[in-house]
């Protein structure tokens, strides 16, 4: 696998695939890197000739510094699991490469979906994330990026970036994989201890039992019961419990007002934050 450090080599690298008509896959990622990540690196192994991930943690995305310093970092062990999975080449730029000192997040109206959920809980989030995803997409020039649907709102965010800025770039949402006790991947979980994340269960089965709860209970009985049964377990503390539509992600009223709901939720674990949804 070609470790890539500079935007120049990069481009090299990425003219002259697209001069031999070799079809690109992306997989970007901010590193610490799971089975989660290595699947979507295999769906674009199989699609693409060429596949090309990135490591960068993303300054502006983490709109609390404390998060940022203590977000995992592990590159020597992500090179060798890229390196077993067949990725053909890893851009893992320095922050100076990526940024100059005074850079400005992307202008570009997100709607909506700034405002629910992750947009309203984490402010300057997305805009945050539109901006390195802009960046690099304009570099690598994918065919087809993928990105995991753990993120659920970051993919239709990028999604709507993408469709404006980028409309020849195929965007390709992955299913989420999980633990053996249903814990959604995430790189965060290197951060919770083990009776933590044994305990982190509850989120998987709370969401599920919202599924048997669909059209039986309100929707806002549905969601005060889901979050009663994550706080439950300690050290759990809900942020948001949302059902919304999965194709807008407007938060439901009543349940006939969409055909595909789906539940989101952010829960804290002491100061790791974790998130996760599912159709229902
Ligand atoms: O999902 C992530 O890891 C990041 O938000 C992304 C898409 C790589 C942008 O920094």
């Given at each position: 696998?070609?470790?890539?450090?500079?935007?120049?080599?990069?481009?090299?690298?990425?003219?002259?695939?697209?001069?031999?008509?070799?079809?690109?896959?992306?997989?970007?990622?901010?590193?610490?890197?799971?089975?989660?990540?290595?699947?979507?690196?295999?769906?674009?192994?199989?699609?693409?000739?060429?596949?090309?991930?990135?490591?960068?943690?993303?300054?502006?995305?983490?709109?609390?510094?404390?998060?940022?310093?203590?977000?995992?970092?592990?590159?020597?062990?992500?090179?060798?699991?890229?390196?077993?999975?067949?990725?053909?080449?890893?851009?893992?730029?320095?922050?100076?490469?990526v940024y100059s000192g005074d850079e400005q997040p992307l202008q570009f109206d997100l709607g909506n979906l700034a405002n629910i959920m992750e947009g309203k809980f984490r402010p300057g989030h997305f805009a945050g994330v539109i901006t390195i995803v802009h960046k690099l997409f304009s570099w690598v020039k994918p065919d087809v990026a993928y990105f995991g649907e753990k993120d659920f709102q970051q993919l239709a965010v990028i999604r709507k970036m993408a469709k404006a800025l980028h409309p020849n770039i195929i965007v390709t949402g992955c299913p989420t994989l999980?633990?053996?006790?249903?814990?959604?991947?995430?790189?965060?979980?290197?951060?919770?201890?083990?009776?933590?994340?044994?305990?982190?269960?509850?989120?998987?089965?709370?969401?599920?039992?919202?599924?048997?709860?669909?059209?039986?209970?309100?929707?806002?009985?549905?969601?005060?019961?889901?979050?009663?049964?994550?706080?439950?377990?300690?050290?759990?503390?809900?942020?948001?419990?949302?059902?919304?539509?999965?194709?807008?992600?407007?938060?439901?009223?009543?349940?006939?007002?969409?055909?595909?709901?789906?539940?989101?939720?952010?829960?804290?674990?002491?100061?790791?934050?974790?998130?996760?949804?599912?159709?229902?």
């Amino acid at each position: 696998m070609k470790l890539i450090k500079d935007i120049h080599s990069l481009s090299q690298i990425v003219s002259s695939k697209k001069h031999e008509h070799i079809n690109i896959g992306f997989v970007p990622t901010m590193g610490a890197l799971h089975e989660g990540h290595i699947s979507l690196i295999k769906q674009s192994l199989l699609e693409n000739d060429f596949t090309i991930a990135s490591i960068f943690v993303n300054p502006l995305q983490f709109n609390n510094p404390d998060d940022l310093k203590k977000y995992p970092r592990a590159l020597d062990s992500d090179m060798q699991m890229l390196e077993s999975a067949g990725c053909n080449a890893l851009f893992a730029p320095e922050t100076s490469e990526v940024y100059s000192g005074d850079e400005q997040p992307l202008q570009f109206d997100l709607g909506n979906l700034a405002n629910i959920m992750e947009g309203k809980f984490r402010p300057g989030h997305f805009a945050g994330v539109i901006t390195i995803v802009h960046k690099l997409f304009s570099w690598v020039k994918p065919d087809v990026a993928y990105f995991g649907e753990k993120d659920f709102q970051q993919l239709a965010v990028i999604r709507k970036m993408a469709k404006a800025l980028h409309p020849n770039i195929i965007v390709t949402g992955c299913p989420t994989l999980r633990e053996p006790n249903g814990l959604a991947m995430s790189s965060r979980n290197v951060r919770l201890n083990k009776t933590v994340r044994h305990n982190a269960s509850i989120i998987y089965k709370a969401m599920q039992h919202a599924r048997q709860l669909k059209n039986v209970l309100p929707v806002y009985e549905v969601c005060s019961k889901v979050r009663s049964m994550i706080e439950e377990v300690a050290p759990f503390k809900v942020e948001y419990i949302e059902i919304a539509d999965a194709v807008n992600l407007q938060p439901l009223q009543q349940w006939s007002d969409t055909q595909s709901a789906r539940i989101f939720v952010a829960v804290f674990a002491n100061d790791v934050r974790l998130i996760d949804n599912a159709a229902l």
